[in-house]
């Protein structure tokens, strides 16, 4: 069995190692020299067996900065078309927008999201769906550390047990609160854009020392006594 | 070359000055180049002496303070669409201020690489600098640097506060006018629509005279000529007219030496030429910026909360200007508080017209926690709440929905003028603070007769609510049911008292600052839990037990109850005094370091302000002492 694992290995293309090799090195632990990358994605649906992405749209956030040309944009070539969810992304079977195949669209985003820590709005929803997709392309799943907007603004909010508040935000709800433009909502490049900004707020209110204590926020807080 | 974050900044820029007179595709192309940052509150942008950077700064989000460094007297503030930092590029020398982010902000960084050439090739643009660079008085709040583009002069002469009076006024541009023959009833009408103190009578394009609210008094309002008379014989002719480019100081001088309170301000400055705008008293006023009744005023014009926002930054200077000053913080605390609150009421109206009908039933908008007590002179939360009127049971829902709506486009506002939103998610946009009368008695009168600790938090924070728009009798319906319950349940009271003894101490066995063990603010001093909390506390449980409503600022508490308990004058009064002392001791510090002032370094402090400061935990420690006693609070299973 090792063997045909090994086999199977061998036979991914140049571009998947190039990635992989970005993952000897650790993540820098100060918050301000670490790269994020927000992304979103845009899809046919919510099923990650039939679905299909459209769009990945990403940037990147390094020391409370953004370069607007630094971004990415890919659309995606695909069969599958759900008519249901067009009004919503507006991205429509023929548009003229010029296109890649999924496999080109994967490539090019590894290229671009290297080791980066991979911040979204339901951030697992967008991973998987690009996890579906390189394994239809027989790749194996993505490797970064990832960030959830939700789960980090929720720890943000104070911890009461007598004001009742609501279990679930959306990125509107974020975009809200934290006054940010609702402009380019449901694009791919938008709502990573909206993603950065709330991300950079949530950053400045929740203060974390390092990297690693970032990504343990996420998790439900435990109460020491 | 474009892609949508880049559209979305050349969405934004296109709306401003000098980006608007660039065509569409140059500013795709300078869109493309923009790097876009976050400051958050207190970060540098540019520092004093710096070497200029490859960029200069619009404000897309947020507020800048632009200062000469080691001064926290702010000269001026950068707000959305504002560009700083351009002239020292343009110029090749450092930056000769300090910006800093005010607030939390968002930059976009345009590379001056980039936009030489078009500011070059673009006759609007370059004019626009030069323009800039000559008037720019958009901000009457302070003294002016942004848009001095070219600017040659030394930058130190210019911040001197006597120049400001040479500074350029601004003056309104949106004319009222009739003619001659309009009746007096008619362009009174017209006066009071549009909440003007003067109307200007043209004839042929040109001003013949003027009618100002003076005239209608005297000459109307006594009888001496009647309302359907025309404007001709009630007019003040010929009129008095100067050049549009006045200063401050001449404006003054004008009005002075005419005895007017009213310039019209002509293309040329003759009489021959069309108005073009017309200044008054109140202009004059605002541009200073420092009198309290000015500010009143404009917010009461305001428009919206953008302005009310600019308006803010006025407010902060007058603070800024009263503790210099070192005038009473009992006084300054009402005024600003009453500032305060008509920015809230201001905000309240506007969204009130903004819903698309009227309230279905009176209602009343509460102020709670600190700004209900007076006692919130820096912008902190938001903490508020709705009551309305009973309805019948079936329509209750509806009627919540209706004041949950309302009570978002408040709350949005407020957050756009400077009130953050509350953590913790009290105010009235929340469900569960937006209740009818008589929720409002169910929700209190658990309160208090299941007194755990955190309906303990909740009473604290709730009972020290302040009418800020609405309905009195609401309000005070449930002020009597509070008490009412309070006085059926004096465990409460013993409850409330221990809820104020929990605040740990602020000084330890050798009387030494208590400072924070860890967290973000490591060693510094807990100016809020450990001093203000527990004189805040005491106050409302002793008013409480008196049953007094109505007195919700701590210092007139204390001062209250000692003249009810003439035995405990001198405790009462040490209390009033170390509570006003706390909170100017917080302001200045908020001030210094534009922040809550809840955290002290204590490093920072000198020796006077560390003996004050001990003075008041002394007061602190016998009020606590007097509160256990009294309300037998050791006997609380703790």
Redesign the interface.
């Known amino acids: 069995m090792w063997l045909f694992g090994k086999k199977k290995q061998l036979e991914l293309p140049d571009f998947w190692w190039d990635y992989e090799a970005h993952f000897q090195q650790k993540l820098p632990e100060d918050i301000k020299e670490n790269v994020f990358v927000a992304l979103d994605t845009e899809t046919t649906g919510f099923s990650l067996t039939k679905d299909r992405m459209l769009c990945i749209g990403a940037l990147k956030l390094m020391d409370n900065s953004i370069a607007v040309k630094d971004i990415f944009e890919v659309y995606i070539e695909q069969e599958h078309y759900n008519a249901e969810s067009a009004p919503i992304h507006g991205i429509l079977k023929r548009s003229r927008r010029n296109k890649v195949i999924e496999l080109d669209a994967l490539k090019q985003f590894l290229v671009y999201a290297k080791n980066y820590i991979l911040v979204g709005h339901h951030v697992k929803f967008d991973v998987n769906m690009i996890n579906a997709a390189l394994q239809r392309n027989g790749l194996p799943k993505l490797k970064n550390e990832t960030l959830d907007t939700e789960l980090l603004y929720k720890r943000t909010l104070l911890v009461s047990s007598v004001v009742e508040r609501k279990e679930r935000f959306t990125l509107d709800d974020l975009a809200e609160k934290f006054s940010i433009s609702k402009k380019d909502r449901h694009t791919a490049l938008g709502d990573a854009y909206i993603t950065a900004i709330a991300l950079l707020r949530i950053l400045e209110r929740l203060k974390p020392k390092n990297i690693k204590d970032l990504i343990k926020r996420q998790g439900p807080l435990k109460f020491g006594l | 070359m474009k892609?949508?974050?880049?559209?979305?900044?050349a969405?934004f820029l296109k709306s401003f000055p000098p980006f608007n007179a660039l065509d569409s595709k140059q500013l795709d192309i300078l869109?493309?180049?923009?790097?876009?940052?976050?400051?958050?509150?207190n970060a540098i942008v540019f520092t004093e002496k710096e070497a200029p950077h490859e960029h200069f700064y619009v404000v897309n989000?947020g507020a800048i303070a632009l200062t000469k460094k080691g001064s926290s007297q702010i000269l001026d503030i950068c707000d959305e669409g504002d560009v700083f930092g351009l002239r020292p590029l343009l110029a090749h020398e450092s930056y000769k201020l300090e910006a800093r982010a005010h607030e939390?902000t968002?930059l976009y960084?345009v590379p001056i690489k980039h936009f030489k050439p078009l500011a070059l090739e673009n006759k609007r643009v370059g004019n626009f600098l030069i323009e800039s660079f000559a008037s720019n008085t958009r901000n009457p709040y302070s003294i002016k640097h942004r848009g001095k583009l070219y600017g040659s002069g030394d930058t130190a002469e210019k911040l001197d506060p006597k120049i400001l009076d040479l500074q350029p006024i601004s003056y309104s541009t949106d004319l009222i006018t009739c003619t001659e023959g309009t009746k007096i009833m008619n362009l009174a009408t017209t006066m009071a629509k549009n909440n003007v103190s003067c109307i200007l009578v043209i004839k042929d394009g040109l001003p013949v005279g003027i009618i100002t609210d003076k005239d209608l008094r005297k000459k109307v309002a006594t009888g001496e000529c009647p309302i359907t008379e025309p404007a001709k014989t009630i007019m003040s002719s010929p009129i008095i007219t100067y050049p549009s480019e006045l200063t401050l100081a001449q404006a003054q001088m004008a009005m002075m030496k005419s005895n007017i309170s009213h310039l019209i301000l002509t293309e040329d400055g003759t009489p021959d030429a069309p108005a073009v705008g017309l200044l008054s008293k109140h202009d004059v006023m605002v541009a200073l910026g420092n009198n309290p009744a000015v500010l009143l005023r404009a917010i009461k014009r305001a428009m919206d909360a953008k302005v009310l926002r600019k308006i803010r930054h006025g407010i902060m200077n007058l603070l800024q200007g009263y503790l210099d000053q070192n005038i009473p913080i009992g006084l300054v605390s009402k005024i600003i508080s009453e500032l305060n609150d008509a920015s809230t009421k201001r905000v309240i109206e506007l969204s009130l017209q903004k819903m698309p009908s009227e309230p279905p039933v009176p209602f009343t908008w509460l102020t709670l926690g600190s700004q209900g007590r007076g006692e919130q002179l820096l912008n902190t939360d938001q903490d508020n709440a709705i009551l309305f009127a009973d309805v019948p049971a079936d329509e209750l829902e509806q009627t919540r929905y209706y004041f949950l709506k309302l009570a978002s486009l408040i709350s949005?506002d407020l957050?756009?003028i400077g009130f953050e939103?509350c953590?913790?998610?009290?105010m009235a946009s929340?469900?569960?603070w937006c209740h009818s009368l008589w929720e409002w008695k169910e929700v209190t009168g658990r309160w208090i007769n299941n007194p755990g600790p955190?309906?303990i938090?909740?009473s604290s924070i709730f009972f020290d609510y302040n009418i800020t728009y609405g309905d009195r009798t609401l309000a005070d319906e449930l002020s009597d049911s509070i008490f009412d319950h309070a006085r059926m349940f004096p465990q409460f009271l013993t409850h409330l008292a221990g809820g104020a003894l929990q605040n740990p101490s602020p000084s330890g066995f050798f009387r030494d600052f208590l400072v924070e063990q860890d967290g973000?603010h490591k060693d510094f001093f807990d100016l809020k839990l450990r001093a203000l909390m527990p004189i805040i506390d005491a106050a409302r449980v002793l008013i409480l037990s008196h049953s007094i409503k109505s007195i919700n600022n701590t210092a007139e508490r204390y001062e209250k109850l000692a003249e009810l308990e003439p035995n405990n004058k001198e405790l009462f009064q040490a209390c009033s005094y170390a509570s006003k002392a706390l909170l100017k001791f917080r302001t200045k510090q908020g001030l210094l370091h534009n922040d809550s002032g809840r955290y002290i370094e204590l490093q920072r402090l000198n020796k006077e302000e560390k003996i004050k400061l001990k003075r008041t935990f002394k007061t602190i420690k016998e009020i606590q002492s007097l509160i256990e006693i009294r309300f037998q609070v050791k006997n609380l299973i703790r």
């Open positions: 892609n949508t974050i880049s559209e979305r900044v969405d869109s493309m180049e923009v790097v876009i940052l976050h400051k958050e509150n989000k939390e968002i960084a949005t957050n756009t939103y953590p913790a998610e009290m929340n469900p569960a955190d309906e938090l909740l973000e």
